[in-house]
DNA sequence: AACCAGGACGTGA
DNA sequence: TCACGTCATGGT
């Protein structure tokens, strides 16, 4: 078993699962990945990834609510707003000015799908849509084989020496995958494996690698040597 | 008060 | 390609 599977098994069995992505209106989901259930919900992940661009999800989920009271958790809806009604409901996760043109962006991108689900390729070419935002758009709106990378994992992994500090992106997402194929061969399994890990490595993180120095007190370097 | 949060883009070298 | 500045609000 290789050390990767190892450390998820670990976050697993200390912290359980996560139920990672939450819902405005029913909030998290523990042990149950039939989410999400329709297009309302696949668009409001798309919105989440988009509005937790170096932000917590706290914040996240107050951008969301003030849509959501203007039943604007809707590409339609959001597209006849006025931008500065959309800017002042989305400026407690900040930057509200560059997020309220990635939104409309993607809304453009959004509608012409059509309900077709997306590439990977083809997000990374709206504006606003980098690595992580496609990854998180693609995992947990549209429940694809995509593992998340965020600053979070790449610290960990930094820490317990498995990748070097001057691996990319991509290089750490080959890693995370590449392990975890060869370790959990069934795919529906495999998919709730991605969801919960990024949710276990950022809930691990935010106690033991939040704060220099890092990885005070984690226990993961123990069972990696 | 300084620092960071579930990043992406534009710029210059 | 790559390091660096910028974008903004909220919590510790």
Known sequence: MNKIYKIYQLLYKTYGPQGWWPFISSGYHVLDYS???????IFEVCLGSILTQNTTFTS????LNNLHVK???NPDKIESMD????????RPSGYHNQKARYILEFIKFYKSLNGAVPTRDELLHVV???PETADSILLYGYN????????YTKRVLIKLGLIDEKAKYHDIKLL????????VKDKKELHIVYQEFHALIVN???EFYSKKPYGVGCFLKDIIT
Do not use: C, R, Y
């Open 144 to 151: 694809q084989l995509q593992f998340k990378v965020d600053a």
């Open 83 to 90: 931008i500065e009604t959309l800017k002042i409901a989305i």
């Open 204 to 206: 691990h993180a935010k």
């Open 176 to 183: 995370m995958e590449n392990s975890l194929k060869e370790s």
């Open 71 to 73: 039943a604007a958790i």
């Open 128 to 130: 606003g849509i980098g």
């Open 35 to 41: 989410f999400p259930k329709n297009s309302d919900e």
């Open 60 to 63: 996240v989920v107050k951008s």
